[in-house]
């Protein structure tokens, strides 16, 4: 049961940071269109804006995996 719990909130979380990384996405684009000259470090780090909902979502589901299989080892200790 924990481990669907896992998948199901690990689903939930990369629909949203998904759904976070085209609503960005789309902010940056049109952003870009009215800018002609902007500098590659800007350049760079909008492209790297972009990711950081990935990141976030990536980190997410590794603390709530830690946090279901850390339940389940204590519960096996006690028993």
Do not use: C
């Not at 870009?32 to 790297?48: C, D, H, P």
């Amino acid at each position: 049961m924990k481990k669907l719990l896992g998948i199901a909130v690990a689903i939930v979380i990369f629909v949203v940071m998904a759904t976070v990384h085209t609503v960005y996405g789309v902010m940056i684009d049109s952003m870009r269109e009215s800018m002609e000259n902007i500098s590659k470090f800007q350049f760079v780090a909008m492209g790297l804006s972009k990711m950081i909902p990935l990141l976030l979502a990536i980190w997410f589901v590794k603390l709530s995996w830690k946090k279901i299989t850390i339940e389940k080892e204590q519960k096996n200790k006690i028993s």
